[in-house]
C-alpha cells in the first residue's frame, strides 16, 4: 500500500482567510514533503520533513506554515495568501531520507485564492 | 538552471507500438533517477527508478536505461495502451540535497487506438 490521502480535494479562499491542507499517510515512513505545482509546470517543493523535523524549507514565504504533529501527518497552514497562489498543491512521504528513496504522491488540494 | 530537461512537450504513439521518452539532467551528482505519470487533476504516480550505479531497470511493460556518460535517461514502455496516455515527469535526487527531488518540465504522451 502506498496511499497518501490530503483533505481537501478543492479550497477556494480570499486573501484573508486563514486554512490548512492535511496529509496523512500509514506506511510508517519517516519522510514527508509539500510540492506546489502551477499549471502546465513541474512539481517543485516547498518544505522537507524529515523525522517529524524541518529539514529543507526552499525559502517559501512565510504565509506559508508547515507543521507535523506526528510522524503520520503533515500540515500546511496558509494565511494571508495572494492570488498567484492558486495551484495543485501535492504531498509525498517516502521511507527515508536519503536520496535514493522513492516518494510516493496524494492526489493533491487544488487552491483557489480569489 | 534546469538541472533536469526533458526536451520534447509532447509525444503521440500508436497503440501497440513503442513509446520513448528522454530525459537529460546537467547535474553529475544526481544519484536517483525516477519516472512517474500524473493525469490532470492528480498527484504523481511513481513509475520505475534506477540507480545511478545501473544502466537499466526493467518492470514489466517500463524499462528504465540510463547514460551516465551522455547524462541521459529514456523511459521505454512497450507495448503502449490508451491508458498509457498521461504526462510523464523524470525526476533526480542527489545525495548532497538528502531527498530533494528535481522535476523535468513533463512529456506529453498521446497513446492512439
Known amino acids: 500500500d502506498t496511499e497518501v490521502t490530503q483533505t481537501p480535494k478543492h479550497l477556494v479562499m480570499g486573501m484573508t482567510n486563514k486554512k490548512s491542507l492535511k496529509c496523512e499517510q500509514h506506511?510508517?515512513?519517516?519522510?514527508m514533503y509539500w510540492y506546489k505545482q502551477k499549471a502546465k509546470k513541474p512539481p517543485e517543493l516547498m518544505f522537507v520533513y524529515s523525522y517529524e523535523k524541518l529539514s529543507i524549507n526552499e525559502s517559501v514565504p512565510s504565509r506559508f506554515s508547515p507543521e507535523c504533529p506526528n510522524s503520520s501527518l503533515l500540515n500546511l497552514h496558509l494565511h494571508a495568501l495572494q492570488p498567484e497562489d492558486s495551484a495543485l498543491y501535492l504531498c509525498a512521504s517516502s521511507q527515508g531520507t536519503s536520496s535514493v528513496e522513492t516518494q510516493y504522491f496524494g492526489p493533491g488540494t487544488r487552491l483557489l485564492v480569489l | 538552471d534546469q538541472q533536469v530537461k526533458q526536451n520534447s512537450p509532447s509525444l503521440s504513439v500508436q497503440e501497440g507500438r513503442i513509446s520513448i521518452l528522454n530525459c537529460d539532467y546537467t547535474?553529475?551528482?544526481?544519484?536517483?533517477f525516477l519516472w512517474y505519470k500524473k493525469y490532470p487533476a492528480e498527484g504523481p504516480t511513481f513509475l520505475i527508478s534506477?540507480?545511478?550505479?545501473?544502466d537499466k531497470n526493467e518492470d514489466g511493460r517500463f524499462t528504465v536505461f540510463l547514460n551516465k556518460s551522455a547524462k541521459h535517461l529514456s523511459l521505454h514502455i512497450v507495448p503502449s495502451q490508451p491508458g498509457d496516455s498521461a504526462v510523464y515527469f523524470c525526476a533526480a535526487s542527489v545525495g548532497e540535497y538528502g531527498n530533494k527531488l528535481v522535476f523535468g518540465a513533463g512529456t506529453i504522451l498521446r497513446v492512439k487506438s
Open positions: 534506477i540507480s545511478s550505479i545501473k
Open positions: 547535474n553529475s551528482m544526481f544519484d536517483y
Open positions: 506506511m510508517g515512513h519517516r519522510a
